[in-house]
């Protein structure tokens, strides 16, 4: 497999894609709120969204476009989820949908909706529409168009999110860039994140639908911020087949090399929205090895990303290996504490029974200072590891989620 | 069936119980931490502990012990947990319960022992003990001698907590009284709580088997604070048998008259807990109703009361419905968006698709200010309901579980 190259533009990196990004007041004056994606001509299409049985009108709407197969135009707001609106809400997805689908003069049934924000309230259409037209005017390939589309998908995220990679195929530079949001309510089956993925890649659609789900799997369902699961989650793979590579139509080689690119800008978006978790101090990187089965390695990892009292020790800089350990065994995993490591990097805090002395402490505490480290749990009773990414919960991150306005 | 009576004297309120608390400096110079319960004579007995696989030493060391049957003395201690000690930390379980045991004159298969606090560090049996024969010289059955227990077992509770009722059964008056710890990692089944219950019932192990079972899953298993689930939790219940009832043997109106007086000294202790959840401001009583199921009853409202994003909402006074809403749809519970009605106390805030305006968010403010209220939601899908009594998240929890210290 050819070597994977990290490159700049985010959404637009990959060729036959524009983006733009304005601010039309949805909710507040003075920022971007309304993003547009643009290809050059329809492209091959894969989607996956929201499991919550509440899901939001462009969830709705999506799900039923997106059977097409084929998708043109992104059209998304932050400032209102359009989520428990009823008809209306749907209404509104669909209106949307068909006036952006007249200005861009593509065909209604290849524009995507997406929203993000307050649920509850209705769109404000004609703020949205003269956004949309606004950003119309404005659509370019260059990162400072993808910025600009990054920015107006923000809600309580402090940074835009972009990733790009390429790959060699047959030959060909394929190349993969993506934008995402969401920084709370993120876990499982990523929750409130909306993520657009696009790539110059000529592949069929089944094999499109195939790498999102492995994609995926190692990446957005890899994240927990707090364990919600929000209404609105969206994640779009548009392929416009500009490379000219050998369309892939198959596993092998090149979908190999297509997956390897796929899966870096996801892990990258996945890993950059746990750093940017509502008031995170650190990001963890949660591995569980040694599991009986791999169920039991994503119950433990999973239990011990969620846990707020684990959390709460990482914001205090505590390698508080009991609370893990608590975790791990109300996770369902089989677990023998006797039998079992936990590590904060590479020091150890607990060992098969053994528990940190004054000395061990001392090294425990240096890790814990860092930004970002990984909580390794070693439950020795089989072969079978998982990871999962996440962050502490820190005082701000009550103070974001008590102040936000309902 | 006759009319419960609150009644004071917590876990000596029962005919033929003793309490004492002292301190012993198992953790912390200058509070109470080890506590003593001895029954006048050997008791029947019934014990739930926690589901946890990574479970105490003194929990694997009661599972066993309490198989007999009859228990005549509890010795409790705060400021460690005893757990993930190992081999050690079974053995010293096993004799403090062998020197209680010899230090009141009562078999060493009739001693339970409870630990609570810091996992992962040996019990320093010098003081444990020392502290236990202080306790042992001043046991008595007053109110205070019972609050002197009480305290002995607090950690990050910041009350002690305690109840009683009484009943009458067959023209004899039945006490049930009791004691309880547990401010975090409280749910499910009953985590880091120790509660320890005495009555002077004339029972058979069956019945007092079957009572604590049905006034578990109405009190302490509906308990939700942050939930993580501890190594430790342990409720006992003793019966003395000194009321001097017909023994109650079967089903019937004794039975139902003692089950009433349980499960109310149970839920009055289950609601201490949340109320006095780790930095909790509000205490919040969820009901979910018109569910298709009592398990989708059950699941919409834990999801809920678990919601970290629903829990900063009422911290911060946020009549947030669509935080609610969606903590539902994640739930796995059938839920239609545009069916639901949300209500704070008896004020709605979301009906069927209606959102609360201004005049009725009016209303919301007044509720969202009150110490305690109650969220209902109604899911107009069938005739079945399920209450979790919870808390808030505030930025306390996070100081507190930040700054408790491995």
Chains 1, 2 share one sequence.
Not at 21 to 39: C, H, Q, S
Request: hydrophobic content about 45%; proline content about 3%.
């Amino acid at each position: 497999m050819e070597k994977l190259k990290e490159v700049k533009g985010g959404i637009c990196a990959a060729k036959g894609f524009r983006a733009a990004g304005v601010g039309a007041a949805i909710k507040y004056e003075g920022r971007n709120d309304v993003a547009l994606v643009v290809a050059d001509a329809p492209c091959t299409a894969a989607a996956v969204f929201t499991t919550n049985k509440v899901a939001a009108a462009p969830v709705l709407y999506d799900r039923e476009a997106v059977k097409g197969g084929k998708v043109q135009a992104i059209l998304a707001n932050s400032g209102c989820a359009n989520a428990c609106t009823g008809a209306k809400g749907l209404a509104d997805a669909k209106l949307s949908a068909l006036v952006t689908a007249g200005e861009l003069g593509v065909k209604p049934e290849h524009v995507l909706v997406a929203s993000t924000g307050v649920i509850g309230r209705p769109l404000p259409m004609d703020r949205l529409l003269a956004g949309m037209k606004s950003a119309a005017a404005s659509l370019g390939r260059t990162p400072a168009h993808a910025l600009a589309a990054e920015k107006a998908i923000m809600t309580t995220d402090t940074r835009p999110k972009e990733a790009a990679f390429s790959a060699k195929i047959g030959g060909k530079t394929v190349t993969v860039g993506g934008m995402a949001k969401g920084s709370g309510m993120i876990e499982p089956n990523m929750a409130t994140m909306l993520g657009f993925v696009t790539t110059d890649a000529a592949i069929s659609r089944a094999m499109l639908k195939r790498a999102l789900s492995l994609a995926l799997a190692k990446s957005f369902n890899r994240v927990v911020v707090d364990g919600d699961e929000s209404t609105n989650d969206s994640l779009f793979l548009l392929a416009s087949g500009e490379a000219g590579n050998a369309p892939i139509v198959k596993a092998g080689a090149d979908f190999d090399s297509f997956l390897a690119a796929l899966e870096a800008v996801c892990v990258s978006l996945a890993r950059q929205m746990a750093t940017d978790g509502e008031g995170a101090t650190k990001f963890v990187t949660v591995t569980v090895k040694g599991a009986k089965s791999a169920k039991d390695a994503e119950r433990a990892a999973r239990a011990i990303a969620k846990s707020p009292l684990a959390k709460t020790s990482w914001f205090g800089k505590d390698p508080n290996w009991g609370r893990v350990l608590a975790a791990v065994g109300y996770s369902g995993a089989d677990v023998v504490d006797l039998e079992t490591e936990v590590f904060y990097d590479r020091v150890w805090a607990f060992r098969r029974g053994t528990v940190a002395d004054a000395a061990q402490l001392e090294k425990l505490a240096a890790v814990m200072k860092k930004d970002s480290f990984t909580v390794t749990v070693d439950l020795h009773l089989g072969k079978f590891e998982d990871t999962i990414y996440t962050c502490d919960i820190s005082l701000d991150y009550v103070h974001i989620n008590a102040d936000y306005t309902t």
